[in-house]
Structures are given as C-alpha cells and as structure tokens.
C-alpha cells in the first residue's frame, strides 16, 4: 500500500538531465523528482511508465487508488499565471483504478440505501404529524364536524410542509398555527370565499367580506 507520493514535474526548465540514462528532458516533459532541483529520471526510467493517469477532481477516488497503488506519483504542471506547480492527476495502478471505482461504488450504493430509508421514516414521522396535528385541532375545536380535522391537519402540512414533524405533542402545538390552518379551512368550505373571485372584487374585499361567516363558524366549533 502506497503510503508517500512521488511528485513528477512538467518542467518548466531547459536543462534537466535524467540521472539514469542521461538524456535531457526538455521543457514541457515529465521529470520525476522529488523537486525541480533535485536529481531525477525522465518518465521512461521511472518505475511509473506502466502506470494510469488518474484525473483529479475526485477526492474519494484519488485517496482510495492512491491506497491500492503499490506507488503513486502527483504530477504537477507549471501555473505561469498563479506562478506555482498545479495538480494535473496521479499516476496510480489501473488495479487501483478499478479497486477504488468498486469501492465507490459500493459506498454510492449504501448511500443510496440509507437515503431510501430516510425517506421512509420522514413519511412515517409526516403521518404521525398529521395525527397529532389533527388531535391538537379537535381538542381545541371540539364541535368541528367529523373527520375535518384532519383534512385541515393533512393540508396545513402540505402547504407548510418544510416545517413538519417538530413536535411529539399534541398539546405543543401553538393555538395561532391551529387556529390559523382552521380559519383557512371555513374560509374556502363554509363560506362563498372562493366564488367571490373573477367579478370584479379584489381579494382583500372578498376576505373582509366572509370574515363575520368565519368568526361564526370557529365559534361554533370551539363551542363558545
Ligand atoms: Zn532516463
């Protein structure tokens, strides 16, 4: 398992020499070095000849093939702009290429799976939600007709939906959210709310309009 990294170079000089075979590496071409000035081999007396240049960008694939790889080496290009040396990838073995692409796989598979299942209990908690919600609207609304409380509970979760499941009891919910989601109900079920639209009235006028219809209603249903 390759624990260091060896860096090679994109030199930017003109003059280096490969301490193996002597030859000079021109500009432009891979030196690999420990730094620009120390000694180094050119890429063909290198043990990485044989190696995959695995593309940056991938942080699990380049830890996880950099760990299967018998030795890997980063190599760097030369920034002119930046004025420093740049990541362009690591030459790593293609069976730690493949290794690290299994591995990862297998976690996107996991994640996958965990995120299925988190959805199953998000819904389960919306439902228990929506339960306690409409207990919460029948305690306080005794007289509202039956089974309505929870057509306003399972809307009011719908519409507000970002803020569901923050409670575990019925008697935590907050009087003004009840009476709000209850207000809403009679306005579009017991009173001509929604008729009123599309005769010229605005929609400030038509609400003030139904809302002596409303009081009587969610007095009714309180039972005061
Ligand atoms: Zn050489």
Redesign the pocket.
Known sequence: MATTSQNIFLTKKEKLK?C????SVPKGHPYVAETENHKG??F??SPFTNYTLLAPGNAAMTRRSKKHSTLCAVLWEWNARRKRFQRKGQFVEDQAIEKARIECEQDQAIRAEKNKKAAIVREQKDKEYIVLFAHAIRYRYPYCPEKREFEIALHACEKYSGRVGRTANAKDFDPKMIDLAVEAHIRHLETNYDDQFGKGKRKKEIRSEVKGDILRVLKQWRGL
């Open positions: 490969c193996t075979c002597g030859r081999t050119c063909y007396c």
